[in-house]
């Protein structure tokens, strides 16, 4: 299955496995995208905890 | 094989020329000049060369012919030198300030005095692949762009080109200390220098001359010197115009430089390395380009990172060469940096 990574739209080959909330990696972007619906396949950004390197 | 000669060959960048072109499978070096160590051996000054070469420097009127002179002298000495020196080959690579610009009255601007051979500004094709391929296959002069300048024209022109950037730019360059040269006096010794963050240009630098002529913007410049050896990183500050957001941003540097081999695009959500960084590119010639969009106030941050003597400088003449000469771009030039380091 192909999709686009919601955050940057860099083409995503997703392997015919897949499963709901399985975490996947934009190869661009990098982002972490968790899937949340199989059929249809939807990708949406992983929730993150940011760094915080300046305080 | 190809025969090859540097002038300058003590300097840094002369150094860093000589470390690859010893390694280079299709020439041989066979000159190093240098006015001040003639007679004593190459690997005495660059140390790194131990067991890779017995060449002594020699002295530049003991030149004969070669294919191609790499001039790495300082900013305002190859202008002399190239009426002299321009019969000993077949191609010649400057490395200096002295060509880069095409306009004699921005050389004099910028540099601070007239140029001595303003008829030859014309004869060099800028030595930076990435704007100039085409061009480079076919010239006999090529002048290669300042370290500070190559980051933030990489950093630019995708966006100068895709017209989403207004003409102002604010760039923060931030440079290691390699980028004074090895002459550098007693400003640059170790007490006065490590730990310093010095602000050394504070309102305007030479290269904005480079980045405007090639990106078409009107560049504000500073420059720090900071703790490291080697590398360069530039922020640069835009404003977008109507239309252009976080994505077309991303297309326009994924389709500016999807075929080129030595730059990356390294905008990433995760990880310590999201946005360029100098430290990973040492020895390399890989230039990162990254930026980040804040939509609210419609400012784009371009960032760019590359090894000031490599990319920056002795890596960008041997691509250069390589195009010039018909040989794949990358031979030569296979080294990746190092991690951790």
């Known amino acids: 299955?192909?999709?686009?990574?919601?955050?940057?739209?860099?083409?995503?080959?997703?392997?015919?496995?897949?499963?709901?909330?399985?975490?996947?990696?934009?190869?661009?972007?990098?982002?972490e995208l968790e899937v949340v619906s199989v059929e249809p396949l939807i990708l949406a950004i992983a929730p993150e905890a940011e760094e915080d390197w300046g305080e | 094989m190809m025969r090859a000669a540097v002038v300058g060959g003590s300097g840094y960048i002369g150094g860093e020329l000589l470390r690859l072109l010893l390694g280079h499978p299709n020439v041989e070096l066979a000159a190093a000049v240098s006015r001040r160590l003639g007679g004593r051996r190459v690997d005495g000054v660059h140390p790194n060369l131990r067991k890779v070469t017995d060449l002594t420097f020699c002295g530049e009127d003991e030149l004969?012919?070669?294919?191609?002179?790499?001039?790495?002298t300082a900013h305002g000495s190859?202008?002399?030198?190239?009426?002299?020196?321009?019969?000993?080959?077949?191609v010649i690579v400057d490395l200096a300030g002295d060509f880069r610009l095409t306009d004699a009255g921005d050389y004099e601007r910028h540099y601070g005095t007239a140029h001595a051979a303003p008829e030859l500004l014309g004869e060099f094709v800028t030595g930076m692949p990435e704007m100039a391929r085409e061009r480079l296959r076919t010239a006999d002069r090529i002048s290669v762009p300042g370290c500070m300048a190559t980051a933030a024209i990489l950093a630019l022109r995708p966006l100068a080109a895709a017209s989403l950037i207004d003409p102002d730019v604010v760039?923060?360059?931030?440079?290691?200390?390699?980028?004074?040269?090895?002459?550098?006096?007693?400003?640059?010794?170790?007490?006065?220098?490590?730990?310093?963050?010095?602000?050394?240009?504070?309102?305007?630098?030479?290269?904005?001359?480079?980045?405007?002529?090639?990106c078409g913007v009107r560049p504000t410049m500073t420059a720090t010197g900071v703790e490291a050896v080697r590398g360069v990183q530039v922020l640069c500050r835009a404003t977008l115009r109507d239309g252009a957001d976080e994505r077309t941003v991303r297309?326009?540097?994924?389709?500016?430089?999807?075929?080129?081999?030595?730059?990356?695009?390294?905008?990433?959500?995760?990880?310590a390395y999201r946005l360029p960084e100098p430290k990973i590119l040492t020895g390399s010639n890989f230039c990162d380009v990254?930026?980040?969009?804040?939509?609210?106030?419609?400012?784009?941050?371009?960032?760019?990172?590359?090894?000031?003597?490599?990319?920056?400088?002795?890596?960008?003449?041997?691509?250069?060469?390589?195009?010039?000469?018909?040989?794949?771009?990358?031979?030569?030039?296979?080294?990746?940096?190092?991690?951790?380091?």
Not at chain 2, 203 to 212: D, N, Q
Request: charged share 20%.
């Open chain 2, 290 to 341: 990254g930026f980040a969009v804040r939509e609210e106030n419609r400012q784009i941050l371009a960032v760019a990172a590359l090894d000031n003597l490599v990319k920056g400088g002795a890596g960008n003449a041997v691509q250069a060469l390589n195009i010039r000469m018909g040989w794949p771009e990358t031979l030569g030039l296979g080294f990746p940096g190092l991690h951790p380091v």
């Open chain 2, 64 to 72: 004969d012919s070669y294919d191609v002179l790499f001039l790495a």
């Open chain 2, 78 to 90: 190859t202008m002399s030198l190239l009426p002299r020196l321009a019969g000993t080959a077949t």
């Open chain 2, 171 to 214: 760039i923060d360059a931030r440079t290691g200390s390699s980028g004074s040269g090895a002459a550098a006096g007693e400003h640059n010794l170790h007490a006065e220098r490590s730990g310093a963050m010095r602000v050394f240009a504070p309102a305007g630098h030479r290269h904005e001359a480079e980045i405007a002529q090639a």
């Open chain 1, 1 to 31: 299955m192909t999709t686009a990574c919601p955050e940057c739209d860099n083409g995503l080959t997703v392997g015919s496995g897949t499963r709901l909330s399985e975490i996947l990696e934009c190869g661009d972007c990098r982002s």
């Open chain 2, 251 to 271: 297309r326009a540097y994924r389709t500016h430089y999807a075929d080129e081999p030595f730059v990356r695009v390294v905008a990433q959500r995760r990880g």
